[in-house]
């Protein structure tokens, strides 16, 4: 089980390095055609937020993560990303990663809990760390036992997934080179998220 949570995290950790790479100047989906979303002003949209974005709170401090898009990969693998806006000393960023096999549109999907093939990913940026970037890797999945994040899609219209996301989440404690992921966690290092919405088209990670 161990090996299965170390190879995990190795896959997203990988994932998490490459999007950091593509992130530009503001726009909630740059390249997207935002037309095909909900209107969150729209009392009767379901919706809240713009497509391409998500919103809540982060260990009780309101957040907004821009340039949330989803994309899945040659295996068959699911990547929803989103970043911190505004945000440059810290460069916070959710990853959540699921097999599509098991995706099966709007439903509360517990990762941690019985969503299996399901991991949580936040990722901040060790700001101690001046020679290189490293980053705190926060992590639910069911394969580790630790962290719980319940995930509720509410719908999927034209491709545009939206929904909420609560949950605890603990950091993963890296071997001495600073990049790969140990298996073990910090239980007393934790983010907690708070009602999060999230409204994410399909896009262009990688």
Same mark, same amino acid.
């Given at each position: ?59 009780? =401090? ?23 806006? $505004? ?38 940026? $060790?700001?101690?760390?001046? /020679? ?24 999927? =219209? /034209? ?16 071997? =001495? ?6 298996? =073990?966690? $910090? ?20």
């Amino acid at each position: 089980m161990k090996k299965l949570l170390v190879a995990t995290l190795l896959v997203a950790g990988t994932s998490m390095a490459l999007f950091s790479c593509s992130n530009g100047a503001y726009d909630a989906n740059p390249g997207t055609d935002l037309s095909t979303g909900k209107n969150p002003l729209d009392p009767n949209s379901g919706v809240t937020v713009y497509l391409g974005s998500m919103e809540g709170f982060v260990s009780k =401090e309101k957040m907004i993560f821009y340039n949330a898009k989803y994309q899945s990969d040659e295996n068959n693998i699911r990547y929803i990303v989103a970043t911190a806006l $505004d945000d440059p000393q810290l460069q916070r960023r959710v990853q959540i990663t699921v097999n599509n096999d098991n995706f099966e549109g709007p439903k509360l999907y517990a990762i941690g809990g019985e969503a299996f093939s399901w991991t949580f990913m936040y990722a901040v940026r $060790d700001t101690n760390r001046t /020679d290189r970037k490293v980053e705190h890797l926060y992590i639910a999945n069911t394969a580790s036992g630790k962290g719980n994040i319940d995930f509720d899609v509410k719908g999927v =219209e /034209d491709g545009n997934i939206r929904g909420t996301f609560k949950g605890t989440v603990y950091r993963s404690i890296l071997n =001495e080179d600073g990049v790969t992921p140990s298996g =073990e966690f $910090d239980m007393e290092d934790s983010v907690v998220f708070q009602n999060v919405e999230f409204y994410v088209p399909p896009g262009k990670i990688w």
